[in-house]
C-alpha cells in the first residue's frame, strides 16, 4: 500500500528529498547552490496551505515526492496555478502506482486549500500526465520546449 503524506519542515526526510532533486536537477546546473535548494524545499512544506510537499512510502519507504505551488509556474502561463513541480520516484518504486497516487494526493490537498485546478510544465512526462486525466495546453514542439497541461479539480 501506498502511504502519501505532506512533508513537514522539520521533518529528516526534507533532506532525501532534497538529495532526489539535487541528482535530478541541480548537480547539473553549474550556478546551483544546494543551500538555495533546501530553503526553497523547506518552504514549500507547509503544514497547511500552499505551497506543500507529498512524500510517497511504500513498504514504509521514502519512493517519492510532489510539490504543489506557485513559484514555479511556465512564463506563459504565470497567470494561472497552482503548480506542481519535482516530482520524483525512485525507479525500484516505478510502474506501482507511486506516480498516480503522488497526483491523486495533490489534487485532494489542493482541492482542500482551495485551489480549482492544478498545472504542471514537463520537458519528457506529458504522456504520463496525459494518462493521468490532464489536458494539454501547450504540446512541446522542440528540444528546448516543454508541454503544459492542466487538469480541473
Request: contains cysteine; hydrophobic residues 45%; negative net charge.
Amino acid at each position: 500500500m501506498i502511504l502519501i503524506a505532506r512533508l513537514r519542515a522539520a521533518d529528516p526526510k526534507v533532506d532525501e528529498v532534497l538529495s532526489w532533486h539535487w541528482h535530478e536537477w541541480g548537480a547539473h546546473d553549474e550556478v546551483a547552490d544546494k543551500t538555495v535548494w533546501r530553503e526553497r524545499l523547506v518552504n514549500r512544506c507547509s503544514a497547511a496551505g500552499i505551497p506543500f510537499t507529498l512524500l510517497a512510502l511504500l513498504e514504509g519507504e521514502p519512493v517519492g515526492c510532489l510539490t504543489v505551488c506557485t513559484d514555479d509556474a511556465d512564463a506563459s502561463y504565470e497567470e494561472h496555478g497552482p503548480w506542481l513541480s519535482g516530482m520524483v520516484v525512485l525507479g525500484v518504486a516505478r510502474n506501482m502506482g507511486v506516480g498516480r497516487a503522488l497526483l491523486a494526493g495533490a489534487a485532494e490537498h489542493a482541492q482542500a486549500d482551495g485551489a480549482a485546478e492544478l498545472w504542471v510544465w514537463t520537458t519528457e512526462a506529458d504522456a504520463f500526465y496525459e494518462r493521468c486525466g490532464y489536458q494539454y495546453v501547450h504540446r512541446k514542439a522542440g528540444l528546448r520546449d516543454r508541454s503544459v497541461l492542466h487538469r480541473t479539480l
